[in-house]
């Protein structure tokens, strides 16, 4: 059975302080890896997608990389702003999208 | 419209009762998507429509849920006989094609049931 995990499940960060979120996948065949942030009370906001081991993203503050059990969104000097929880979800060839738990990060100012 | 649209934003109902949501996409998108984000958790598919038609629909918890779309536009769920467990966020995505990397979420619809 195609399955996504995340950790940890929260995360708290004084501002400044660099972190790593886990996204670990177990799935028949990877199409591709997606990451997303969620605000309370929003639908998720696409943030990068990931096709191949090796690979890796950047968007501001953000990095996402990619390995063949699992993928990194590394957090560089965060920002209050940064709040959000971030939802990690894989595609599979043949198949629609399936969504990690999420991981609640809160950044304190 | 500028992004994807769902209405109701909130619905509250009674055990027992039907309730419709309605996913406005994105103009143009023909891949459709329904999640279902049950408090604290991540989201659970549904299911989705390429164009008029729906390939999947696996994702639907039971006979109570069916969906329909016209065209390449809008789209319901329809929940029969409402159960409490049935209470989550509904959220529509649309994108360009089916498949196609970035999905566009609505806000959701916060569906209650006492």
């Known amino acids: 059975e195609d399955q996504v995990t995340q950790s940890p499940e929260a995360l708290r960060l004084q501002e400044g302080e660099s972190s790593s979120l886990n996204c670990s996948y177990t799935v028949s065949g990877l199409r591709g890896l997606f990451w997303y942030r969620q605000d309370p009370g929003k639908g998720p906001e696409f943030l990068f997608t990931l096709y191949s081991a090796g690979e890796e993203k950047e968007k501001e503050r953000l990095k996402a990389t990619l390995t063949k059990k699992e993928s990194f969104l590394h957090i560089t000097a965060p920002k209050p702003e940064d709040s959000a929880t971030y939802l990690c979800?894989?595609?599979?060839?043949?198949?629609?999208?399936?969504f990690g738990p999420g991981t609640r990060l809160s950044v304190l100012p | 419209g500028a992004g994807v649209s769902q209405s109701p934003s909130n619905k509250v109902t009674e055990k027992g009762k039907d309730v419709e949501l309605r996913c406005d996409p994105i103009s143009g998108h023909t891949a459709l998507y329904w999640y279902r984000q049950r408090l604290g958790q991540g989201l659970e598919f549904l299911i989705y429509f390429q164009g008029n038609s729906a390939p999947d629909k696996s994702g639907l918890p039971s006979d109570r849920f069916s969906a329909e779309r016209t065209g390449e536009s809008v789209s319901t769920l329809t929940i029969q006989r409402t159960q409490q467990e049935d209470s989550a966020v509904y959220l529509c995505?649309?994108?360009?094609?089916?498949?196609?990397?970035?999905?566009?979420f609505g806000p959701g619809t916060r569906l209650l049931v006492l």
């Open positions: 995505a649309s994108s360009l094609v089916q498949g196609q990397e970035t999905q566009y």
């Open positions: 979800a894989v595609q599979v060839y043949g198949q629609n999208f399936v």
